[in-house]
């Protein structure tokens, strides 16, 4: 980091004046807090016993033979909630309970991240209120009703474009007019400094593990870590402990959608250009007259305009390779693993398989690749079935 907070030219806080003091104190706490003992053995119970930690590190024989080198799946999709997110939300409630917020506040899509975030508020008793775009209430129901479920007030978004986007900049409304009792739990490694470091820092026990459990299989480091894009947390959790390896090909995979001449994706390290976007300068989807640009992918998670700042950074200085996959080719990479391995992948991990499926014929027999897989597929079934053209097979 080149200056406090800051990625190369990315990242930064660039907030309204009235949220200073809480960012403020977060920068301050955090740093003590996480040293402590008390907070490092309740996280490492909760993620042991409530999580599910370690993930396995899983050789996929048939996906490797397929592939023509060593193919092995980091299953995050075994935690508890089905995907990574949880690692993020347990740190974070933590550390909010920590410095004695009352009332936590989250953003949402698809409804993943609020779900986990209500998930953990559940467990530690606290107030949960959950942004999300009323449109996304329609489209995520199942989410929507789980997040209630589980006792968190759920307010619709019905202003812009009813999405995340408005979603996000509600919850960071509301922040500022509560800043004295509520957190706000964000949920990738987006937002002003420090958040992109909290989130990186909570998601990096995916690498950790991942290192260490190549090791013992191999001996050695993997030649690849292959990684899908939303947000990017799951991508960040797993590079973090390779970025020193440089002999680590690191690969980010973002979402086509239609196909990235065709104006309709999220590939935002490919198609964007620096701007700012909920208090943070990264790569963005933009206008030609800087307005923010709406994304489109199949998979809800990565449907997002902005990335994460150090992304941003680690690909500007060459050391992260930036892949992309169409939602057809996702589709496919879905039905692909789950009738090799048994494993029915989120749609957005799927385009994590499909960049794995495009390396085949470049890869050396000798290659270990790891895929992390950030999610299981079972909130995708509508969506797989809606799209399915192969169902009477
Ligand atoms: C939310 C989500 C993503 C995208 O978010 P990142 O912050 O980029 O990791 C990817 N996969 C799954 C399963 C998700 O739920």
Redesign the pocket.
């Known amino acids: 980091m080149s200056k406090k907070g800051h990625f190369g030219g990315y990242g930064g806080q660039f907030i309204p004046e009235t949220l200073y003091p809480a960012v403020r104190a977060l920068e301050e706490a955090y740093p003590k807090i996480i040293k402590t003992k008390s907070f490092q053995s309740e996280l490492k119970a909760l993620l042991k016993d409530y999580v599910g930690r370690p993930s396995p590190l899983y050789k996929a024989t048939r996906l490797s033979e397929a592939v023509g080198c060593s193919v092995y799946l980091k299953r995050e999709?075994l935690n508890h909630t089905?995907?990574?997110?949880i690692n993020n939300t347990i740190g974070q409630i933590l550390l909010a309970k920590h410095m004695g917020k009352k009332r936590i506040i989250a953003e949402t899509g698809?409804g993943?991240?609020g779900v986990a975030t209500a998930t953990v508020c559940a467990l530690m008793g606290l107030k949960c209120v959950v942004y999300m775009g009323e449109e996304d209430v329609n489209r995520q129901a199942l989410n929507a009703y789980r997040m209630k479920l589980l006792g968190a007030e759920l307010i619709p978004v019905s202003h812009g474009s009813k999405t995340l986007k408005d979603a996000t900049t509600e919850a960071i409304r509301d922040w500022m007019l509560n800043v004295d009792d509520t957190y706000y739990l964000i949920?990738?490694?987006v937002g002003p400094h420090p958040y992109p470091t909290i989130v990186r820092d909570f998601q990096a026990i995916i690498g950790k593990e991942s290192k260490r459990q190549m090791r013992a299989m191999t001996g050695g480091l993997p030649t690849a870590v292959i990684?899908?894009?939303?947000?990017?947390?799951?991508?960040m959790?797993i590079f973090h402990s390779f970025v020193k390896e440089k002999s680590v090909r690191l690969i980010a995979v973002e979402a086509g959608g239609e196909g990235l001449s065709s104006g309709h994706h999220s590939a935002s390290l490919q198609k964007g250009q620096s701007g700012i976007l909920h208090g943070a300068k990264s790569y963005l989807l933009q206008t030609k007259t800087g307005q923010v640009q709406l994304a489109h992918s199949i998979?809800a998670?990565?449907d997002y305009p902005g990335v994460?700042p150090e992304l941003s950074f680690l690909k500007d200085e060459g050391r992260m390779e930036v892949m992309s996959a169409t939602d057809k080719q996702a589709l496919a990479a879905c039905q692909w693993v789950s009738r090799l391995e048994g494993i029915i992948p989120?749609l957005?991990?799927s385009h994590a398989f499909a960049a794995l499926k495009q390396l085949k014929g470049s890869v050396k027999k000798s290659d270990h690749i790891i895929v992390n897989v950030?999610?299981?597929g079972d909130k995708d079934m509508e969506t797989l079935m809606a799209h399915d053209k192969d169902t009477a097979s």
Do not use: I, M
Request: hydrophobic letters at 25%.
């Open positions: 999709d089905g995907a990574h997110k698809a993943q991240h949920g990738s490694v990684a899908c894009v939303g947000g990017g947390s799951n991508a959790g998979s998670g990565l994460g989120a957005e991990t950030s999610g299981r």
